[in-house]
């Protein structure tokens, strides 16, 4: 088999993308041959660079091989591009040959989706650029939505339900700290005078 669907589908959309914009491709096909292990929550995606600058799905066979770059997104950063879109993927963590990932945080930095020669064939030419710019749209709408949510959720864990600590609570809190030290060191000179005597 040609390995997982899962990685068969991946690169199937990567390699559409490259091909709308095939001078990218050319930045991968230097490391034709090498391999790449992109984690992610629940999924690894296994694929090999092919001498044209796609990726290719490694096949069960190939499976253990020792990859020569490997991509880890934590749960928490798909949360993050929800937010900052896809400036949020340098905090993914990349160990492996520097020089290919570079190539490929460069190619995949640069990758855009022609939604409207896609959509335009599937639907239509008017049909196919009306969703195409409703698509463009929809980020923003759900980054603004998203961050609402993410304040909506501090806030009510914050003040109703006393989860977390508020920005008040903590700088009293802070405040009482630093003066018990102060009352501390104050005890422990009046101990070492009287020890003195």
């Not at 669907?5 to 050319?26: D, E, I, M, T």
């Not at 690894?44 to 190939?62: N, Y």
Request: charged residues 20%.
């Amino acid at each position: 088999m040609a390995g997982s669907l899962p990685a068969a589908a991946f690169c199937a959309a990567a390699n559409h993308l490259l091909a709308q914009q095939p001078g990218l491709a050319a930045g991968l096909a230097p490391h034709a041959g090498q391999t790449l292990r992109i984690e992610l929550p629940g999924l690894v995606l296994q694929v090999r660079i092919t001498a044209a600058g796609l990726l290719s799905p490694l096949a069960e066979t190939e499976a253990d091989e020792a990859p020569a770059g490997c991509i880890r997104v934590p749960p928490a950063l798909f949360l993050r591009l929800a937010l900052e879109g896809r400036a949020a993927l340098r905090a993914a963590d990349a160990t492996g040959d520097a020089q290919l990932l570079d190539a490929v945080n460069q190619v995949f930095g640069q990758l855009d989706w022609d939604a409207e020669a896609d959509l335009s064939a599937l639907l239509g030419p008017v049909a196919g650029v009306r969703l195409a710019r409703l698509l463009q749209q929809l980020p923003a709408g759900a980054r603004h939505s998203a961050k609402t949510l993410l304040l909506n959720v501090a806030d009510y864990a914050t003040e109703e339900a006393g989860w977390l600590a508020g920005a008040r609570d903590v700088a009293r809190f802070n405040r009482e700290v630093d003066e018990l030290a102060d009352d501390v060191a104050r005890l422990e000179a009046r101990l070492a005078r009287l020890e003195r005597r």
